[in-house]
């Protein structure tokens, strides 16, 4: 199907996020859509795919103006969008999560339902079983289930929206080779992401957005500096590596064992350094997140032993891991790391050791405004955490740990932010390095850890490597054992 | 600017509330066939007419202060506890079995009652700790915890008056043998209000006034309620926590028993409660969780109460017609507010 | 077969049918991700009114629908106030809870002890002289036979046909089952008003059938609305579940009144709480898995009994809709 986005504005509040965009995307063709985070790819996915509607401006499929008002009436013109974050049920069988939104009598028919999947799996290659509960499947599986559910209803062009967070190396390759088979079928295929390397790979042509327009509309062959360029606006250096690795031992574990329902990691040994980063790559579920509770004493290993220094921190409960200068950094900011309806100077009050029995507003006034300016968070003492922006929320988490630390561990410490916020957060974690703390943290991007990090473990299903050290290693190496290849 | 104008736009939609609770609690008289505004004037007449019957409100008001203030602190910690009820029961209980033991005893009667006091305490903290022990540690909703220990602590009460504590003859509803006078709290000549249960309320509020606005264990309490992982990330010991909004709660709850058979009753009765405890959840949502608010809306509920005790023999109406006019306040209230944050949304 | 017994299951069926009522009622309504405090009152409320319009009226069919109406506006009041206007469910549902109760009892006064109709006895033709299993299934009123009925439709209609699907999604997940086309609010508005008037049923159901008449406070009813809410956890969610649970309560009822005479020593206010306790039990024991210090002192366990031990929690856990109490926006 031919798409027409025609000077498309879109504004929220003050900010306007699309700025006469005017793009055309002709069927049997993967168009890719760059940007970094912010640049507004998004929302013009989602106006395409009716979560929002366009304040100005024209959608035509196959040259016919079409309004789209929702995300239902999207796949009814034939547009279908796959969120970052799969839009499933996940305590629900795969078949049931076919049926629910498809039209027909007050009884399903499961057998019809299961013979269609059947022959979208063999076309594609899946393997599937209709009766598994979703949430058994990988994030790999449930975005194939996605795909086959919405070519089932009838889907002629598919947004992706960041597709190849989280998934395996084989499922990257299942993906982009069912892709390729879609385009050559006829359907228009819209590709988002701010991977470059991907997008070079996989589409026909490229469109990049950068604050609300569209800068530029690029076909191979393509040069990465022209991309960087167009994104960015001027090509970011990135700052010298700077390491503080000491060589001195700090934090060690020794075969140590977690377990939870979903997952076994077995006999891990790593010793940490002072003023070392440990990166830990894999995808998302692997592990990492167990690995990093575990080290900050939140979930208690099943076997093996936690030491700081010499100081032997086994089984433990958290709370003197976290005298003993150990603190854990969770990546659910508003979920698990901020308190919604708490002021900015509370939250400070709060990360600071208790000084008597009844709070000296005026101190922790005075405090909260040195944090902030220190940390240039836009707001003021007496703002709600909820109310800040997400990086600046990031930001407050930073500015909340206490000095001196012995070991800082992060879950995802940049997701979700443009890349100033991201060098700027680097800066005042490498800080911490210099004065000695050590940093293990998990990232999706491998860009990230292998040019923070000063040695890296890959996690697979609960497997880990060995440490990798990074100036040892490439993308490329990180990527197969991530998808399980090497263990 | 900004601020005054969102503080009159609070003022005008909770006068609104007000006048919508008024309109529906006067369809409601209609659809009873009474005319409202007599009975609007003989509330009152029944709780500010005359000194006596003010007296009598505050001695409803110091119960339901002393429950509201509890409820306060587990509501800060984003706890529900509905078991307040029993927990006002237990005290009660506890204060009754105290003065029991101690009736013949050559202690003297002062001591007698602190003793009944401190017992009430410990009793309302024994069925908080029951709630307690199910939510932490068996993941067991406070809500039904409490509701079950509710309905426990009423059949206890039952068990224990036509039982073991039964009257000598007969066990009656009418409750378990009053004790001598010296074992009564010290009125006001002529009154039935004692000045020690109003001191007990004011101190009471006053002491979880400073501890929730002030203090290192309110603003780490507040943390708990809001987001629990968030704090124990943050080094927070939850679990103590809970704990203590339950414990102490519990302890508010069991003195207000205590004034209940000290002050009030001066024995134990079936329905010693007397529902203080459900209505200090609403006088508790009522202020929005504000101490500071928890005094003189309290006194407010309690005049509704007692100008209402009369409205069966004046007016041949049920009592239970405060109970619809304090729920339909705070239901008000609460759809008034949701009503304004949705057109500043809008805005 | 003792006709003791066989009187006895018979009443017992009879006797939780409101009850199932109610716990179904809820059920519905949470599965759609909308937690209905209420109950407790409405049924107090909807049996006072039901009664009330069937003694004015002689028609307990007026009485019913009265009931149901009413139920049904109550959790329009909880539907209104969490999914337009996102208050608190629980605050709402709580203030609804006392706010009816006294509703009863106040508007209840002049109906106090009166005698009224009741629902007719209807043995089903043929089936009724069946020997024992007649007795038991088919010498009921209409109630009860449709509370038969709708444990059956309850579990057809949200796990078999296609808009229960979706009432399981909107539940679940709601921003999934928007893109997929389901009006999210909209129909949280339809399940929570359809299971209030279910709910609404149950109180009509008791003043006009199994606890016939209106007697204020000493109508036996306040706290039958908690256990009703109390079963739909209990259940899982399950209508199946949650009306077994019914009959479960039904049946401790039972045993007090049987045991009452051979215990003298006890008033019968104490064996009438004996169903809540236990009931606190039963929710432990689906809820004990979900506990914190469980996974903590589990590790500490040797292998062989660690797995053991985490599965037979894994079993009896029942997990709520994820989506339960939380309000819906698209973005």
Redesign the interface.
């Known amino acids: 199907m031919n798409v027409e986005l025609i000077n498309i504005h879109k504004w929220f509040g003050p900010v306007h996020a699309n700025d006469g965009i005017t793009l055309r995307i002709p069927s049997g063709v993967i168009q890719g859509l760059l940007g970094e985070n912010g640049a507004g790819k998004s929302t013009l996915m989602k106006i395409l795919s009716g979560f929002y509607q366009a304040d100005e401006g024209e959608i035509r499929l196959d040259g016919k103006p079409v309004k789209i008002e929702s995300p239902a009436d999207a796949i009814r013109h034939g547009v279908g969008m796959l969120h970052q974050d799969p839009l499933d049920f996940p305590p629900m069988r795969v078949v049931d999560n076919l049926l629910i939104g498809h039209r027909g009598g007050l009884f399903p028919n499961r057998a019809e339902a299961i013979r269609a999947m059947q022959d979208l799996q063999a076309r594609f290659g899946f393997n599937i079983d209709p009766y598994a509960y979703v949430d058994s499947l990988t994030v790999g599986e449930r975005q194939q289930l996605e795909i086959m559910r919405l070519l089932w209803l009838g889907a002629r062009v598919l947004i992706l929206d960041e597709p190849t967070t989280g998934i395996s190396a084989n499922q990257k390759e299942k993906l982009f080779a069912t892709l390729r088979a879609l385009a050559e079928q006829g359907m228009t295929v819209i590709f988002v992401s701010h991977k470059l390397e991907e997008v070079e790979e996989l589409c026909h042509r490229v469109a990049v957005l950068r604050q609300g327009k569209l800068v530029g509309e690029v076909e191979p062959p393509y040069r990465t500096e022209d991309l960087v360029k167009l994104m960015f606006g001027k090509v970011v250096l990135p700052e010298d590596k700077t390491h503080f690795d000491s060589k001195e031992s700090l934090f060690r574990l020794e075969n140590l064992s977690i377990e939870d329902y979903r997952l076994q990691i077995r006999n891990v040994n790593l010793t940490v350094h002072r003023g070392e980063v440990i990166g830990l790559a894999g995808m998302e579920g692997s592990g990492q997140r167990q690995f990093l509770q575990a080290c900050a004493g939140i979930i208690r290993p099943v076997a093996g032993e936690i030491y700081l220094g010499e100081k032997r921190l086994t089984g433990r409960p958290y709370r003197e891991f976290l005298e003993a200068g150990i603190t854990y950094v969770p990546a659910a900011r508003l979920e698990e790391g901020l308190i919604p309806g708490l002021t900015l100077t509370e939250h400070f009050v709060l990360a600071e050791p208790q000084n008597g029995f009844v709070v000296n507003r005026q101190k922790a006034e005075v405090l909260t405004t040195q944090r902030i300016a220190d940390f240039s968070i836009k707001g003021v003492p007496s703002s709600t955490v909820e109310s800040l922006s997400g990086g600046n929320q990031q930001r407050a988490l930073l500015a909340m740990l206490r000095q001196p630390l012995s070991v800082i561990l992060l879950e995802h410490p940049t997701r979700g932010l443009d890349i100033e916020s991201t060098i700027w957060i680097w800066g005042k974690l490498k800080e911490r390095c210099r004065q000695g703390t050590a940093i293990i943290f998990t990232s999706a991007d491998l860009e990230e850890i292998l040019h923070y990090s000063d040695r890296i473990l890959v996690f697979f299903g609960g497997k880990v490597s060995q440490p990798i050290e990074a100036t040892k290693t490439s993308v490329e190496e990180l990527g197969q054992l991530i998808g399980g290849k090497g263990f | 600017m900004v601020r005054t104008s969102s503080r009159w736009t609070n003022f005008v939609f909770q006068l609104l509330a007000i006048v919508l609770a008024l309109a529906f609690t006067s369809l ?1 008289m209609v ?2 066939k009474a005319n409202p505004l007599e009975a609007y004037r003989n509330i009152v007449v029944g709780s500010l007419g005359s000194i006596n019957k003010f007296s009598d409100v505050l001695v409803a008001w110091v119960p339901l202060l002393l429950a509201t203030s509890g409820l306060l602190v587990t509501y800060t910690a984003g706890l ?1 506890n ?1 078991g307040v009820e029993g927990q006002i029961t237990l005290g009660a209980i506890f204060t009754t079995w105290a003065l029991r033991v101690l009736q013949d005893s050559t202690l003297s009667p002062g001591l007698i009652i602190v003793i009944g006091f401190l017992s009430g305490a410990l009793g309302g903290m024994l069925w908080a700790s029951v709630v307690a022990f ?1 939510r ?6 406070e ?3 409490g ?3 509710n ?2 602590a ?2 206890l009460t ?2 224990l008056i ?2 073991p504590w039964k009257r000598p003859g007969i066990g009656s509803m009418s409750g378990t043998e009053p004790f001598k006078e010296t074992l009564w709290l010290p009125t006001f000549a002529g009154l039935r209000i004692s000045p020690w249960s109003l001191v007990i309320g004011i101190i009471g509020i006053a002491v979880i006034y400073i501890l929730l606005q ?4 309110g ?2 309490l ?2 708990v309620g ?2 629990r ?9 939850t679990t103590q926590y809970m704990w203590a909004a339950f414990l102490l709660c519990g302890l508010f709850a069991g003195l207000a028993g205590a004034v209940q058979v000290l002050g009030v009753y001066h024995r134990l009765i079936p329905s010693i409660s007397s529902g203080y405890g ?1 209505l200090g ?2 006088v508790a ?1 009522l202020i929005n969780y504000q101490p500071a608010w928890a005094a003189p809306v309290a006194m407010f509920f309690a005049a509704l109460n007692i100008g209402s005790i009369q409205l069966p023999i004046v007016m041949k ?2 009592s ?2 405060s ?2 006019l304090q ?2 306040l ?2 008000a209230v ?2 008034m ?3 304004r ?2 057109l500043l949304r809008r805005r | 077969m003792d006709t003791v017994l066989v009187i006895g299951i018979a009443g017992i069926l009879a006797s939780a049918a409101p009850i199932v009522f109610a716990a179904i009622g809820e059920t519905i309504i949470e599965r759609a991700g909308v937690i209905n405090l209420s109950v407790n009152g409405a049924i107090l409320l909807t049996a006072m009114a039901g009664f009330a319009v069937a003694v004015t009226t002689g028609s307990v069919v007026w009485g019913l629908l009265v009931g149901a109406l009413i139920g049904a506006l109550v959790a329009l009041i909880v539907a209104f106030a969490s999914i337009t206007l996102k208050q608190s469910q629980v605050a709402v549902g709580f203030v609804l809870a006392l706010l009816c109760r006294d509703l009863a009892y106040f508007l209840g006064n002049p109906y106090m002890g009166r005698s009224g109709p009741r629902l007719p006895h209807l043995p089903v033709p043929g089936l009724a002289d069946i020997p024992v299993l007649g007795a038991i299934l088919f010498q009921h009123d209409l109630m009860t036979y449709m509370s038969f009925a709708l444990i059956v439709l309850a579990y057809v209609y949200i796990f078999r046909t296609r808009p229960g699907l979706v009432l399981q999604g909107i539940g679940e997940r709601p921003a999934a089952a928007y893109v997929r086309g389901a009006n999210v609010n909209l129909l949280r508005y339809v399940y929570t008003v359809v299971g209030g008037a279910l709910i609404g049923l149950a109180g009509p159901m008791y003043s006009l059938s199994v606890k016939a008449g209106w007697k204020g406070t000493i109508s036996g009813l306040d706290g039958i609305g908690w256990i009703a809410l109390a079963l739909t956890i209990f259940g899982g969610w399950n209508p199946l579940r949650a009306a077994l649970g019914a009959y479960f309560f039904a049946l401790l009822q039972w045993l007090g009144l049987v045991l009452q005479p051979s215990l003298p020593n006890i008033p019968s206010q104490v064996l009438q709480v004996a169903p809540f306790p236990l009931m606190i039990l039963t929710l432990l024991l689906v809820n004990i898995g979900n506990a914190e210090w469980v996974d903590r002192t589990l590790a500490g366990l040797p292998e062989k009994a660690r797995h053991a031990v985490a599965r037979v929690l894994r079993a009896m856990r029942t997990s709520p809709p994820a989506a339960l109490g939380m309000p819906f926006e698209k973005e």
């Open positions: 409601v659809l009873a529900w509905i199910l932490i540690y068996g993941g067991v909703n809500i039904f915890g509701l079950g220990m309905f426990v009423t059949a039952i068990w036509f039982g002030g203090t290192y264990f603003l780490k507040k943390a809001r987001n992982r968030a704090a124990f990330l943050l080094g927070i010991p459900f959840m609403l949502m109406l049920d239970t017609l109970g619809v729920g339909a705070v239901l609460l759809l507010d949701g009503v944050q949705r």
